[in-house]
Structures are given as structure tokens and as C-alpha cells.
């Protein structure tokens, strides 16, 4: 992975995901060994959507590496609001960094940035398509809690939109997990993306309704309705608020369930399930740490 663009978890193979997940865990166990693996090193954030974890953890990530990062600010603070191009943008930083972190609105334009630059870039999300390190921590939350043997997993709420879930689904593929897709008929996973499932010969069902499937999950992905992707908000007002999940919802559910989130939540999961031990998801977010100081490691080329 050294020197990649981390663009998609379609890059991704079994072996490359599992390197960064046994990489995350060293980092997870005794995190000052990678203390002062990359004195120095800078890491470039341009985001161009709001973000609070994803920026945050690339950020303590970079630190906790021994290096820093450069941040470009908010799009209203940066050079873009007077018409810069996404292009010129990444070509400026890479030169005020060793590596590329890039979020944006369009689907796409992070491959389209990685073609302008040297520098590893990953994509932190770009638009409704893809959130490849949102993925790396995403698995390694359910290696440490239901691990891959045999997993079934649910996914529910906004699958056409959510990007997290265009990336994790595809990235189980690797695991041979069962997926079961729960959403409203509107928000079904996007055709292209259950095309590809079906090239990799996943097994995928998809629902309407959780509980017929409740029993047999070992873990459930719960995601919210991307609001903010709706082209009528009057569309995302009819959906919203469905698709919720209370402690009353898990009755037919296994007492080992693992419910996931990559959060921010609006009102998918009752704040009731947060102090049961169904709940992963702060975890989830914390293990986004460990995770991106794994992949920083091995894309800046630490110690292969
Ligand atoms: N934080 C995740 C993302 O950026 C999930 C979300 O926003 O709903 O895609």
C-alpha cells in the first residue's frame, strides 16, 4: 500500500484490509511504539463537506504518528470561494504535504484529484460514493466484536446515498458475510453498486422491513438518511424518522448483537440502546484512531 491512492474499498483485497487491521491492533495495544514512526511527516486536509470524526481522527492520527497536519480550513475560509478548481487545490497542498486527505461533495472527485497529484490521497468521501477508511474501521469494530466466521449482517437506512454503506458492502465481499440490505423502496442500494456485489458473487437479500431478519444478525449497521443528498426536501421529510430502532425493536434480536453506526445519528438509534451492550458505535468511532494511524502508517511506508 505504500505510496497508494486510497480511492475506493474496491482497491481494497482481503490481504490489504487484514494488514491494516492487525497493523490498527498493534497501534490499539501500545500506541507509543508508533510514537515517532513519522517525526515530521504532514498530512493535508482538504475538506469540503463538514466532518467532526473522520477529521479529527486523521488529525490525532497524524500526531500520534510524531507528524502533523496542514488543514485548509472550511470551504468558506479557503481560496475555493473564489472559484478555485478542485484540481489546482490538491495541487497546491501536496506540495505543503506528504499525504492527501480529501473529502467532497461530488461522487468521483477524488479519483479525479488523485490524477493531479504525487502524494498518496485518500478519500475521506466523496459525495454518495465512496468512504474507504469509514470501511477499515467499520471492519475492524466487527473483527473485535463478532468477528468475520459465518457473519450476517444488516444494513439499514439510507443505502442509495450512504457512502459508508457502498464501501463496507463491497468490502465484505471479501469476508463472505451474508448482508441483508433493509431500507425504503426509495432508498435501495443504487443499482450499480448491487451490479458490482453481484460480480463479486456476494450474497445479498434486500428488505423493506428489519424485523423479519432481526434474529439472525449477528451485527446491524444502522446509517442515517443522508439529508443533505436530497435533490426535494420534501422527499427526505417523507422518509425521515423511519427506520428507528428502540431497545423494544432488539426484543427478537440475539443478546450478542452488535449494533453499529458511523454516526452522526439524528434519530436512528433511541439513546436508550447507548447503555446496553448492543451498542458499538462509540467505540466504533474511537477505533477510527488506531485504524487511520494503520493505514498512515503503511501508505507513508513504515515498516512493511
Ligand atoms: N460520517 C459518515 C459520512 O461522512 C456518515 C454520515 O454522514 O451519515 O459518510
Do not use: W
Not at 94 to 123: K, T
Amino acid at each position: 500500500m505504500r505510496h497508494d491512492h486510497i480511492i475506493s474499498a474496491k482497491q481494497l483485497s482481503r490481504a490489504d484490509i487484514e494488514a491494516v487491521l492487525d497493523r490498527a491492533a498493534e497501534a490499539a495495544a501500545d500506541p507509543e511504539s508508533f510514537a515517532d514512526r513519522h517525526e515530521n511527516a504532514l498530512l493535508g486536509l482538504c475538506f469540503f463537506e463538514p466532518s467532526t470524526r473522520t477529521k479529527m481522527s486523521f488529525t490525532a492520527a497524524a500526531k500520534r504518528l510524531g507528524g502533523d497536519v496542514v488543514d485548509m480550513g472550511t470551504v468558506e475560509s479557503s481560496s475555493v470561494k473564489k472559484g478555485e478548481s478542485l484540481a489546482d487545490t490538491v495541487r497546491v497542498v501536496e506540495g505543503y504535504a506528504d499525504a492527501l486527505v480529501l473529502r467532497h461533495p461530488s461522487e468521483g472527485s477524488a479519483q479525479m484529484a488523485s490524477e493531479f497529484v504525487d502524494v498518496p490521497l485518500i478519500n475521506a468521501g466523496d459525495g454518495a460514493g465512496q468512504h474507504p477508511t469509514q470501511t477499515l474501521l467499520d471492519l475492524y469494530t466487527i473483527r473485535e466484536s463478532a468477528g468475520f466466521d459465518d457473519l450476517t449482517i444488516g444494513i439499514m437506512g439510507d443505502l442509495k446515498y450512504g457512502r459508508t454503506v457502498h464501501s463496507l458492502a463491497h468490502a465484505l465481499t471479501n469476508f463472505d458475510a451474508d448482508q441483508h440490505f433493509i431500507s425504503p423502496e426509495s432508498l435501495k442500494l443504487p443499482r450499480s453498486v448491487r451490479y458490482d456485489l453481484h460480480e463479486e458473487g456476494a450474497s445479498i437479500r434486500e428488505h423493506t422491513e428489519l424485523d423479519p431478519v432481526l434474529s439472525e444478525l449477528d451485527v446491524l449497521y444502522v446509517t442515517r438518511i443522508q439529508a443533505e443528498r436530497f435533490p426535494d426536501e420534501s422527499e427526505y421529510r417523507a422518509i425521515a424518522g423511519e427506520y428507528q430502532i428502540d431497545t423494544e425493536t432488539l426484543e427478537a434480536a440475539r443478546d450478542d448483537l452488535t449494533v453499529m453506526h458511523p454516526l452522526p445519528r439524528v434519530d436512528e438509534i433511541a439513546h436508550e440502546i447507548d447503555d446496553t451492550d448492543y451498542a458499538h458505535y462509540f467505540q466504533q468511532a474511537h477505533n477510527g484512531v488506531p485504524v487511520r494511524m494503520a493505514l498512515l502508517d503503511l501508505v507513508l511506508g513504515g515498516e512493511q
